[in-house]
């Protein structure tokens, strides 16, 4: 089990695949991109899967969700879903991804093991998203979504961040738009992750401007009996039901308190928080023989530490050195 001095279990392990993305979101990444990961650094598809195997039959893991970077990107992929849904107990699976791959693979993605997508999507208009990710692949995320819907990867859920004179205006229409198509949609407020370090606080669109944005044009009401726990998301009702959106306020209403997560990089570290500025080094022992019992050990020890919370609601919190592209949302 991967507790830590505060009493939280965490039995959700995000795995970074790989640091590589085809979007150059500028709440992520400068236009250029990134220097990548060498692949002798990365973890292989053996690593990977013996990693997660640990994780969820050595200390408790129940959901896993494969993240990047863009995971898509991982040649690898759909073979360490089936490999990872083949463990027993057989975890739930999921995918966070910018979506331009899933037109070509939703399908087998599902036949491989994997119960759902998370998309991230920010804008309804092309010219807003060539603006944010400086490519022309909107039409590639749409057609992912439907996809994914077709495929079954239910519930397909939507991440949209806002960025104030950008796409705040837009809030009220994408969840519109996620009605009409079945989506649930969350907004997520910017976090301080791109590797520029150019985030700042009075630039973030909050969570209470976003509800009073959608309240211009639905009734949003709190779900029902709907105590979030360790999800990260709030939800609201739209009109009544049964749709449903999420608003994931990190920064202004951190939810560190009930937080059941662990993450895995790309290249085989552990992080015991997604602003964590420390890091445990997995691939060393990895590679240099260290049994499961001992890998598992390392975790735990490595999750022990955890602070109370991100500080990301200090005024004088410290932007990770790493990138999001390298940590993995």
């Known amino acids: 089990m991967l507790i830590d001095t505060y009493g939280r279990v965490a039995t959700d392990l995000r795995v970074s695949l790989t640091d590589r993305c085809n979007l150059r979101c500028t709440y992520c990444m400068p236009e250029e991109g990134l220097q990548w990961l060498a692949k002798p650094e990365l973890l292989t598809d053996d690593e990977i899967v013996r990693m997660v195997r640990i994780g969820v039959t050595d200390l408790g893991v129940k959901d896993v969700r494969f993240t990047g970077g863009e995971p ?31 037109g070509r693979t939703a399908a087998a993605l599902r036949d491989a093991g994997l119960n759902r997508v998370n998309v991230s999507l920010d804008t309804l208009r092309p010219d807003v998203f060539q603006a944010m990710t400086r490519r022309k692949r909107h039409h590639d995320v749409i057609g992912g979504l439907e996809a994914a819907r077709a495929a079954g990867l239910a519930p397909v859920k939507v991440n949209a961040v806002l960025m104030r004179g950008v796409n705040d205006d837009e809030a009220p229409d994408l969840l519109q738009w996620a009605v009409e198509n079945d989506y649930e949609l969350r907004f997520i407020e910017q976090m301080p992750l791109d590797a520029q370090h150019g985030w700042q606080r009075s630039d973030m669109v ?12 639905f009734t949003l009401t709190p779900e029902p009996n709907g105590a979030r726990g360790s999800a990260p998301a709030e939800r609201w009702l739209v009109d009544g039901g049964p749709a449903r959106v999420g608003v994931i306020a990190s920064v202004t209403r951190p939810f560190c308190r009930a937080c059941d997560r662990t993450r895995l990089t790309a290249d085989g570290q552990v992080r015991d928080c997604l602003f964590a500025r420390t890091e445990s080094d997995l691939r060393a022992p990895l590679r240099s023989g260290a049994t499961d019992a001992e890998i598992a050990a390392l975790w735990k020890t490595a999750m022990w530490g955890k602070k109370a919370g991100s500080g990301l609601d200090d005024p004088s919190f410290l932007q990770p050195d790493r990138p999001m592209s390298a940590i993995g949302g």
């Open 72 to 102: 898509l990107l991982r040649p690898g992929l759909v073979s360490i879903i089936e490999r990872v849904a083949a463990l027993e107990p057989r975890p739930r699976i999921s995918l966070t991804t910018n979506g331009i791959g899933l």
């Open 206 to 217: 909050t969570a209470e401007e976003i509800l009073e944005s959608l309240g211009t044009r």
